[in-house]
T-cell receptor, first 114, second 112 residues
Framework: DAGVIQSPRHEVTEMGQEVTLRCKPI?????LFWYRQTMMRGLELLIY????????DSGMPEDRFSAKMPNASFSTLKIQPSEPRDSAVYFC????????????FGSGTQLSVL | AQSVTQLDSHVSVSEGTPVLLRCNYS??????LFWYVQHPNKGLQLLLK??????LVKGINGFEAEFKKSETSFHLTKPSAHMSDAAEYFC??????????FGKGTMLLVSP
């Protein structure tokens, strides 16, 4: 298995532009998580899906952020419009049933908003 | 509400010496506890997991952690550090259905 696949690995964009981050979870996993990591705030859960349905999006910073999971093998995190303070590493993770099981993390997307 | 406190932001050891990374948690319920490791430019990888079966948990790469309810601690240890252990380590708690609470992380530095 290739593990959790995220793309792109690096994204550099200008303030105001739309950014879309992509994630392919491990086949058979039915829980998917989006995390943001910064030096100041550490790892923050943004949103959590179970069986493609958003369960907890309380960590989504504001309306500029949106996430979708149209099917079991694909999820996107979109920022529109992007701002410099959105610069961070965004991780996608999946697990077999819930967060109480082992999480498998992707390699992350390093986002820089200029 | 639950919280996880990693007491040291950085720990420096020499290769071959013991490693101790400290973690305290607070939770209204008996939590599941995890340690994850993050190598540079990589995602997090599970080291070990505690779910009340045994208080001493053995993980990968020679790491282990002991759950002490009286001290609300879950410290990570390794008898002898290796250069490849240099990474950031996260203590994580889950006392609910879905969300995990991550500590701020401890950077382990290993010198020759």
């Amino acid at each position: 298995d290739a593990g959790v696949i995220q793309s792109p690995r690096h994204e550099v964009t200008e303030m105001g532009q739309e950014v879309t981050l992509r994630c392919k979870p491990i086949s058979g996993h039915n829980s998917l998580f989006w995390y943001r990591q910064t030096m100041m705030r550490g790892l923050e859960l943004l949103i959590y899906f179970n069986n493609n349905v958003p369960i907890d999006d309380s960590g989504m910073p504001e309306d500029r952020f949106s996430a979708k999971m149209p099917n079991a093998s694909f999820s996107t995190l979109k920022i529109q419009p992007s701002e410099p303070r959105d610069s961070a590493v965004y991780f996608c993770a999946s697990s077999f049933s819930s967060a109480n099981e082992k999480l498998f993390f992707g390699s992350g997307t390093q986002l820089s908003v200029l | 509400a639950q919280s996880v406190t990693q007491l040291d932001s950085h720990v420096s050891v020499s290769e071959g010496t013991p490693v101790l990374l400290r973690c305290n948690y607070s939770s209204s319920y008996s939590p599941s506890l995890f340690w994850y490791v993050q190598h540079p430019n990589k995602g997090l990888q599970l080291l070990l997991k505690y779910t009340s079966a045994a208080t001493l948990v053995k993980g990968i790469n020679g790491f282990e952690a002991e759950f002490k309810k009286s001290e609300t601690s879950f410290h990570l240890t390794k008898p002898s550090a290796h250069m490849s252990d240099a990474a950031e380590y996260f203590c994580v708690a889950n006392s609910g259905y879905s969300t995990l609470t991550f500590g701020k992380g401890t950077m382990l530095l290993v010198s020759p």
